[in-house]
């Protein structure tokens, strides 16, 4: 019984959090704000690609750099001269629609065309949690093995896009990045995967391509 009431909770829990995805996704569609959801883990490049694009999209960006203690990556955002609104979890260890949906008052959607929103570094507790962004990106990098995807199906699953990072120090660390690319598309066969290197800038415009085909397909869409 008791395994039955925690599995009632946890559906309930889930249910509430995707109507607030819901609304917020309808935030997003009212302001015309591309939101993109980016999860990967500590060390994936998560920071790092947003400054990249930062640089490289011809977009008014803003931020939302979630995580345990926000005030690091948010300070690098800072840096770019973006707005960002950093968001502590505390002990949590993902981003839900409801810390999303209080982050978005301080937050300019009328002045931004394209929202990145950091996610908790792991790849396993959001997977579960919607926050109401138009596509999910998971970043993962060789220096995590080359079995990361095997062992995080649940993620990509539930992904929109993949991208593996730091092509250019795979034959150092041991890693097949193409293994990495099968084993995602594997687990998801309808996403596309981009190898790149943040570092050389490898791949970056592939990603931004990506983001440009998925925003006009949202546009379309509205």
Do not use: W
Not at 43 to 56: M, N, V
Not at 122 to 132: E, M, Q, R, V
Not at 146 to 173: L, S
């Amino acid at each position: 019984m008791h395994n039955v009431a925690s599995i009632e909770v946890e559906q309930d829990i889930i249910q509430a959090n995707d109507q607030i995805a819901f609304d917020n996704r309808k935030k997003f569609d009212e302001k015309g704000v591309f939101t993109v959801d980016l999860v990967g883990a500590v060390g994936s490049g998560k920071t790092a690609l947003i400054e990249k694009l930062i640089d490289e999209m011809d977009d008014d960006i803003g931020v939302i750099a979630g995580d345990i203690l926000s005030k690091f990556d948010a300070k690098r955002i800072e840096a770019k001269k973006v707005p960002v609104k950093g968001l502590n979890t505390g002990k949590e260890c993902h981003l839900d629609a409801h810390l999303v949906e209080h982050s978005l008052e301080d937050v300019p959607l009328d002045d931004i065309s394209v929202l990145f929103i950091e996610n908790v570094g792991n790849l396993i507790c959001p997977a579960d949690f919607k926050i109401g962004a138009h596509v999910r990106t998971v970043i993962i990098s060789v220096t995590e093995g080359d079995d990361t995807a095997e062992k995080h199906p649940m993620i990509f699953k539930n992904a929109d896009m993949a991208i593996v990072n730091k092509i250019d120090i795979a034959d150092a660390v041991g890693a097949d990045a193409d293994k990495m690319v099968n084993d995602i598309k594997t687990i998801n066969p309808d996403i596309p995967v981009i190898k790149c290197s943040i570092k050389t800038g490898e791949g970056i415009d592939e990603v931004i391509k990506t983001y440009k085909d998925f925003q006009s397909k949202r546009l379309n869409a509205n």
